[in-house]
């Protein structure tokens, strides 16, 4: 082995890896229980097949050249716009949505990858403004519309859930950019002024999710059954749980998208308060974690991607152990790393491995 190789495997973050794996291999546990006996007993196995995908994608985003990474930042931005505009207008209809494209049996959710292509194409407009921050509402003009051209055919979809989130992303790496407060008070006072007509022009199952928060009593039964099973499970959990696959919600079936957007209310259930909280603590020591790559971020570009990358790992799972919890809506975002689904498994990966690159190159 040369002098440069061992060099590079010293570099190597295996407790990144390590904690990021072991959160997969809960996930896939959880799945697990989740999908037993049922018609979806099969995704278990199709998880670990995506989580090997994963790590191709974290070592894709590990050694990919930071220069290049930049430079195409727009491209894979297009690209990305493109596929979705693609899906809005003729996408195949599944479930009444057009979230997904179809390969060999298997799909992929455009719209989880375009959660890092958009923060790819903000740290790279940002990096190569002239002026230097903090920014006014005429450098504001083009982030706004790189955030609303993705936004806008995600909510076509339909998948308000996502599209709102792609506009949450925006907000930290805008903030740690650095913006006069005159612009941002006019950003506010536009989205103040635009949430009226979002709510009625709103499906009227998004309505109801909306209507059933802020009160969760108004449809147990019909509309408002997600989150009283979410929290009836989390609930009955107690200290350490009732055991691997002995959960009465998840094994009758009482929580809908249990092995997606529920999955930590079967964790709760299953694994009690002992297993949230150890889940929970890698969950935050993976978001601190990723913030102290800071130090080797030595651009405003690689500044930005690694608050952009972990701000989106963070606050996706905060939503979702949130709204299973009834704290927040039903958005449909799923937890990631644990959710079954292989596109946002693939996407967090390749996020991860971006970030980890900065430690081998330190630029």
């Known amino acids: 082995m040369t002098m440069r190789a061992i060099v590079n495997l010293r570099r190597f973050d295996l407790l990144l890896l390590g904690c990021t794996l072991a959160l997969s291999a809960v996930g896939i ?26 790590l191709a994608a974290y070592f894709l985003g590990y050694y990919a050249d930071r220069r290049y990474l930049e430079r195409g930042a727009y491209i894979l931005y297009g690209v990305v716009l493109t596929v979705l505009l693609a899906l809005a207008v003729a996408g195949k209809v599944t479930g009444g949505v057009q979230r997904w494209i179809h390969v060999g049996g298997l799909t992929f959710q455009p719209s989880e990858l375009a959660k890092v292509t958009l923060v790819l194409a903000l740290a790279r407009y940002f990096n190569r403004r002239k002026s230097q921050p903090p920014f006014g509402l005429e ?4 982030p706004v519309l790189l955030v609303a051209a993705y936004a806008l055919p995600v909510a076509m979809q339909p998948d ?84 691997f696959q002995q959960g009465t919600q998840s094994q009758l079936r009482f929580i809908p998208e249990q092995h997606t957007d529920f999955v930590f209310s079967v964790l709760a259930e299953e694994f009690g308060f002992v297993g ?34 972990t701000c989106t790992f963070t606050l996706q799972a905060a939503i979702n152990i949130a709204m299973a919890a009834g704290l927040l809506p039903v958005v449909g975002l799923p937890l990631p790393l644990l959710s079954y689904g292989g596109s946002s498994l693939v996407t967090t990966y390749l996020g991860f491995g971006i970030i980890a690159g900065y430690r081998r190159r330190r630029t």
């Open 29 to 54: 546990m959880v799945i697990t229980s989740a999908t037993s006996g049922g018609p979806y007993s099969g995704y278990p196995g199709r998880q670990a097949y995506w989580l090997a995908v994963a």
């Open 139 to 142: 450098e504001m003009v083009t």
């Open 160 to 243: 308000l859930g996502t599209a709102m989130f792609l506009v949450i992303i925006s907000v930290p790496v805008i903030f740690f950019v650095g913006v006069r407060w005159p612009a941002v008070l006019v950003m506010l006072f536009g989205a103040a002024a635009a949430a009226p007509s979002l709510f009625f022009s709103l499906k009227p199952y998004q309505r109801e999710r909306i209507l059933n928060f802020l009160r969760p009593d108004r449809d147990p039964l019909g509309t408002g059954y997600h989150v009283v099973q979410s929290k009836i499970a989390i609930g009955s959990g107690g200290l350490f749980g009732k055991g």
């Open 276 to 309: 949230v909280l150890i889940v929970l603590g890698l969950l935050a020591f993976l978001t601190v974690y990723l913030f102290s790559y800071l130090e080797f971020a030595k651009t405003r570009f690689s500044f930005l991607l690694v608050v952009g990358v």
